[in-house]
């Protein structure tokens, strides 16, 4: 093997050791680092690699692939002949965290969605934040139920709002905080009585600045609580957001099951595909408190249960309809931060399932 300039022999490791002193210009850190280098080859003086580029911008191309050249010849010489295949990397929601310059501090993102309204979505993704606190992860929640958001409420946040920071061109707003979760709504803008009529765009806009102009810090989860349906949100989340998954919730009844089966269908299709984690069963049934060993499956018996195995995905949890969990809504704690009860004990169940399907 050749001795080039530095007494560096002309190899993949020596040509890695030259690369990592270029920077991918939007991530801040070196290519080598980032893992963007790839099919090394070496054919007497000259070496061909390929890099993949954040920007897919032409000029920003030109302009790692100029940086690449500069450094393996200022390692190993100007004479060596230098060959470099720039590629675009993939969308944010398709590339690995440390690859990602959309909110690269947070590790995973997870969706919870229903397919129609009223079946404890927001109370499941609330105890689903709290529990996950509880633990000790750093947590956050983007309300993304924009025409209904209730987590303010939920988390006896009501009468707050979220701060602004900084010079009114690089302000932003750092999340309202409580039980260990960081969260960013709507609500917080709006009046208790004030609807909220927006169109698609004004509402995708919106929720493009609850999640870039945030101070989240560094977080462990981030969930998102959709709106119920499938819609222009919907859409915005998963084109913008690099979800990690999707958790699917549904009361046991025939009509509930079968609009959260357009709800998985709509995660699976090509040009979405975001992992089910699986589906959360809510009301699963009645034990009045005079009775403590009974069930009544009210709204029917192991509906979820059926349709997870029918469509190959998890039971992530059942949910006991109790008044309680009502009660810490409204009142605003969850009700998983009751421990040893069965509620909490059915919400931490939940909790450790997620965490188990990631």
């Not at 932003?172 to 169109?199: C, D, H, T």
């Not at 493009?208 to 810090?217: A, C």
């Amino acid at each position: 093997m050749k001795t080039y300039q530095n007494n560096m022999e002309l190899n993949n490791e020596s040509i890695l050791k030259a690369l990592e002193y270029v920077i991918e210009p939007d991530l801040k850190k070196d290519i080598v680092s980032l893992g963007l280098v790839s099919d090394i080859r070496v054919e007497g003086n000259t070496v061909s690699f390929k890099v993949k580029s954040s920007n897919p911008a032409m000029h920003s191309r030109k302009r790692l692939e100029e940086a690449c050249v500069h450094q393996v010849r200022r390692f190993l010489g100007d004479d060596v002949g230098v060959l470099v295949d720039v590629e675009a990397l993939p969308s944010n929601a398709e590339r690995p965290q440390e690859q990602r310059t959309f909110l690269p501090n947070i590790k995973k993102f997870i969706a919870v969605a229903s397919g129609k309204g009223g079946v404890g979505k927001s109370t499941i993704c609330a105890n689903l934040a709290a529990g996950l606190a509880k633990r000790g992860y750093k947590v956050g929640l983007v309300d993304a139920d924009i025409y209904g958001p209730s987590m303010p409420l939920m988390f006896d946040v009501t009468s707050q709002k979220p701060r602004v920071e900084g010079t009114d061109e690089q302000s932003k707003m750092n999340p309202v905080e409580n039980y260990g979760v960081k969260m960013l709504s709507i609500g917080f803008f709006a009046e208790a009585n004030q609807a909220i009529v927006w169109r698609g765009p004004m509402a995708s806009k919106a929720l493009n600045q609850m999640f870039t102009d945030v101070n989240w810090g560094e977080l462990d989860y981030m969930l998102i609580d959709l709106p119920p349906g499938t819609g222009d949100v919907h859409l915005s989340i998963v084109q913008q957001v690099p979800l990690d998954g999707a958790v699917i919730v549904s009361t046991p009844q025939n009509i509930a099951l079968a609009d959260a089966r357009k709800g998985i269908g709509m995660f699976k299709l090509d040009n979405i595909n975001v992992p089910v984690l699986g589906i959360v069963e809510n009301m699963s049934w009645f034990t009045p408190a005079e009775l403590p060993e009974n069930k009544y499956y009210i709204f029917g018996k192991d509906g979820a249960k059926n349709l997870a195995e029918e469509l190959n995905t998890n039971v992530l949890g059942q949910i006991p309809l109790v008044q309680s969990i009502r009660e810490s809504g409204d009142v605003g704690r969850p009700a998983v931060l009751q421990n040893d009860t069965p509620q909490s004990k059915a919400f931490d169940e939940m909790v450790d399932n997620v965490l188990k399907a990631l």
